[in-house]
């Protein structure tokens, strides 16, 4: 796989891993555990799957800042980023809010401006423009 497929084609594979709802989730070499909280039915044993969603966001704007930032040479310190989000209601979208943290030493115009570039992190466009699904069911013999 070439660096331009990675970037435009992303596989994540999840697989149950206990009784419950807890599943290992595999990307590239690296494994993580999804699960459900206790009172959906979990075993609380990681994030659950729309933690995951503001993880994304989160991680993705704080990165897409910093490499911003170093690009341009300039030094801005730490930066946290929080989400929090409301997932869609019947009539009401999802909503997002994201808290940028910044030094208070960071000049007003590198403020202003990382604000800006935060919107264009590679999760939050995704989130804000068009999605298409395709499902489809292949049936395997599943090893226990």
């Given amino acids: 796989m070439t660096d331009s497929d990675r970037l435009t084609r ?19 070499e690296h494994q993580l555990t999804v699960d459900e909280t206790l009172d959906q039915g979990g075993e609380d044993t990681g994030p659950d799957p729309q ?3 503001a993880v994304s966001l989160a991680s993705c704007t704080a990165i897409t800042m910093e490499m911003y930032a170093a690009r341009k ?3 801005i310190g730490h930066v946290e ?21 910044l ?5 007003e115009e590198q403020a202003e401006r990382l604000r ?6 590679p999760v939050h466009r995704t989130l804000d423009g068009e999605v298409m699904f395709q499902e489809r069911v292949e049936r395997v013999h599943m090893a226990a």
């Avoid at 929080?82 to 940028?100: H, M, S």
């Avoid at 800006?116 to 992190?121: N, R, T």
């Fill in 10 to 28: 992303m596989k994540a594979t999840a697989r149950r891993d206990g009784t419950t709802f807890r599943h290992s989730v595999h990307v590239r």
């Fill in 51 to 53: 933690e995951l969603l």
């Fill in 73 to 75: 040479g300039w030094d």
């Fill in 81 to 101: 980023v929080a989400v929090e989000f409301t997932p869609a209601e019947r009539g009401c979208p999802t909503k997002f809010e994201l808290i940028i943290r």
């Fill in 103 to 107: 030094p208070d030493d960071v000049p």
């Fill in 116 to 121: 800006v570039i935060a919107a264009k992190c």
